[in-house]
Structures are given as C-alpha cells and as structure tokens.
C-alpha cells in the first residue's frame, strides 16, 4: 500500500507550511532596508500567510472535533476518520464508513466527493 496522508493531517502539514513560508518571505523583507516600502510589502505579505495558517490550524481543530472517531482493524489504536473514507493516522492503514468499499483497494479516488 502506498503512502496516503490523513485528511487532518494532510491540511496540518499546509497551515504549518504557511509558517514557515512566511516567515521566509518576511526574512526577505528585512534585506530590503534601503527600500522601506518595499520591505513593509514583504513583512505584511509574511504576517498574512503567518496569520492565514492561524486560521487553518482553528478550523482543522474544529474539523477535528466533529471527526468520527473509530478504532483501526490493524494497529488497535484510536484514529480520526473525515468523511467516509481515510487512512490511520498511525499506520496509513485504510479505513471507510462505506461497506460498498469494504475490502477493496484503498484509491485516492474514494476520498474525491461524486459530482451530481
């Protein structure tokens, strides 16, 4: 089976990026001292992307607290399931809600919602 990320931890890994991405751009920001302007672009443009995972990371917690909580078959422990098919947060194991997907493959597929 191959690597498929968590749903939640999937979108914590983008909110931690925006971090780090802003903080970079803000640390670019500090080369540009002769252009005062075009440093406060810079430092603004870091603090957005710093305060937009702020966000992230409040909404995947209220994600996280409406996330069904089931027991993986494989390694016993407790995981967090976003919608009707996810992976263990601990051993990528796949998990579904649905008992047509039961036993089948686990497919990126599954996670996509079905247009009507």
């Not at 937009?52 to 407790?78: E, H, N, Q, R």
């Amino acid at each position: 089976m191959g690597k498929y990320p968590n749903k939640i931890n999937k979108i914590r890994t983008v909110a931690l990026s925006l971090v780090f991405v802003g903080v970079f751009i803000m640390y670019i920001g500090i080369f540009l001292k002769n252009h005062p302007y075009l440093m406060l672009v810079f430092i603004i443009l870091g603090l957005l992307s710093v305060i937009a995972s702020g966000f992230i990371y409040f909404w995947v917690g209220m994600l996280s607290v409406k996330a069904v909580k089931v027991v993986c078959p494989s390694c016993g422990k407790v995981t967090k399931m976003l919608g009707k098919v996810d992976v263990c947060m601990y051993c990528n194991e796949a998990l579904t809600l649905d008992k047509s997907l039961d036993g089948k493959d686990f497919n990126e597929v599954y996670r996509q919602k079905k247009e009507l």
